[in-house]
């Protein structure tokens, strides 16, 4: 993909959630079955980079469940991350930071720390390019403490025939199928109005080989998600 292509792309999605960040919140009031699963994983006192983490309803079943390590959230919509930051203990360890993963040196707008567990929970699948994807998960191995997990999820939407009708042609945004990658999609949002965002349905195998092309070893994947069990991909890598 082209670095220009890959710039619309981006800038559709974030015009995107700061169209919507409200619509989008209200279908966000509780986490994925998948990533319960992860929490009821975790030590209480690991440290925690929570990168995408939208309304912040992670954050809260964190504080819920005595989590007592570090938390930090980070999006590049502002509406959510106000939403984020609001209806939490104040004993609870949290900090938020608006920084954007498509940006060169987003990791350095961070504290100086490694963190135990990196999340990025439907968050990879919105950022366009081979390129992008791999500069950004050699960032989060660096980011990793020497045995840290990056545990991520990945829209399955092409399970679902409903969301499969939600594909649109490129051409509604000026762009061809021969611009993008494979595996990319254009869907569109009907909640509040109508608008379009980029989504890139990944594989087990094509994780597997970014975890490899970046230094990262795929020690867990699972489904999870939806009423059939099988609308995200979640994957726990640890650096090779």
């Not at 987003?106 to 081979?130: E, G, N, T, V, Y």
């Not at 998960?137 to 025939?161: E, M």
């Not at 254009?186 to 980029?198: I, K, N, S």
Request: proline share 5%; glycine share 8%; aromatic share 12%.
């Amino acid at each position: 993909m082209k670095p220009k292509i890959a710039q619309k792309i981006i800038s559709l999605n974030h015009q995107f959630y700061q169209t919507f960040s409200g619509e989008f919140s209200d279908t966000r009031m509780r986490i994925q079955a998948g990533v319960q699963k992860i929490v009821e994983t975790l030590p209480p006192y690991a440290n925690i980079l929570d990168l995408g983490c939208g309304n912040g309803e992670l954050a809260r079943v964190l504080s819920r469940s005595e989590h007592h390590g570090s938390y930090i959230g980070t999006d590049f919509s502002a509406n959510l991350l106000e939403t984020a930051s609001r209806g939490l203990p104040n004993d609870f360890p949290a900090a938020f930071y608006s920084l954007d993963l498509t940006t060169p040196n987003w990791d350095k707008q961070l504290p100086a720390l490694q963190f135990d567990f990196i999340f990025a929970f439907a968050a990879m699948h919105h950022i366009p390019s081979r390129k992008l994807q791999k500069n950004i998960l050699q960032k989060i191995r660096l980011l990793l403490k020497p045995n840290g997990k990056f545990i991520h999820s990945n829209w399955q939407f092409l399970n679902s025939p409903r969301l499969k009708k939600r594909i649109q042609p490129w051409e509604e945004i000026g762009l061809s199928a021969a611009d993008v990658d494979e595996g990319d999609y254009l869907l569109d949002w009907r909640r509040g109005g109508h608008g379009f965002r980029y989504v890139h349905h990944f594989s087990e195998e094509e994780l597997r080989a970014l975890a490899a092309e970046t230094g990262f070893l795929v020690e867990e994947s699972f489904y999870s998600d939806g009423k059939e069990g099988n609308l995200g991909l979640y994957q726990v890598w640890a650096a090779a």
